[in-house]
């Protein structure tokens, strides 16, 4: 289907009566021919949108949306959404942050839990090797530190 395919039928479904009846109940003040262009600037919108995800394209109530459905159809959708909601935000008692780990922090973690574990397997037939049992006892500790 081309551009204007699409925008005919989506917006020949769609109900701009009922959408306008609502709007001046909430004292909005549109015509029937504002939501139409609004609806038609949407659809060209997600139309020529060159995402291959979902993409959404909001314009005063309107909202227009293209997704791809396994990759074998498209899907367009017209609607009309009023969004109501109560959102409250206070201070924590503490702070906290998220902490990105590197690439190299990974592979060296990786590498001292690997050595951590040599040392204990080689630590179970040698008891009495205090060498191994403070490498051990080391590597456990920068571990620690790492997390």
């Given at each position: 289907?081309?551009?204007?395919?699409?925008?005919?039928?989506?917006?020949?479904?769609?109900?701009?009566?009922?959408?306008?009846?609502?709007?001046?109940?909430?004292?909005?003040?549109?015509?029937?021919?504002?939501?139409?262009?609004?609806?038609?600037?949407?659809?060209?919108?997600?139309?020529?949108?060159?995402?291959?995800?979902?993409?959404?394209?909001?314009?005063?109530?309107?909202?227009?949306?293209?997704?791809?459905?396994?990759?074998?159809?498209?899907?367009?959708?017209?609607?009309?959404?009023?969004d109501?909601?109560?959102?409250?935000?206070?201070?924590?008692k503490?702070?906290?942050?998220h902490?990105?780990?590197?690439?190299?922090?990974?592979?060296?973690?990786?590498?001292?839990?690997?050595?951590?574990?040599?040392?204990?397997?080689?630590?179970?037939?040698?008891?009495?090797?205090?060498?191994?049992?403070?490498?051990?006892?080391?590597?456990?500790?920068?571990?620690?530190?790492?997390?």
């Amino acid at each position: 289907m081309d551009l204007e395919q699409i925008q005919e039928k989506l917006i020949n479904d769609f109900d701009f009566d009922k959408t306008l009846e609502i709007l001046t109940k909430l004292g909005e003040n549109y015509t029937k021919y504002d939501l139409i262009e609004n609806a038609k600037n949407l659809i060209k919108m997600t139309y020529t949108s060159r995402e291959m995800d979902d993409v959404f394209f909001y314009a005063a109530y309107l909202v227009a949306s293209r997704a791809y459905i396994e990759g074998k159809e498209v899907h367009y959708s017209l609607n009309f959404s009023i969004d109501i909601q109560s959102n409250v935000e206070f201070d924590l008692k503490e702070n906290f942050s998220h902490r990105v780990v590197s690439e190299k922090e990974f592979i060296l973690r990786e590498e001292l839990s690997n050595l951590l574990e040599l040392n204990k397997t080689y630590f179970e037939d040698n008891k009495d090797d205090k060498f191994v049992k403070s490498n051990i006892l080391k590597i456990e500790e920068i571990l620690e530190i790492l997390d």
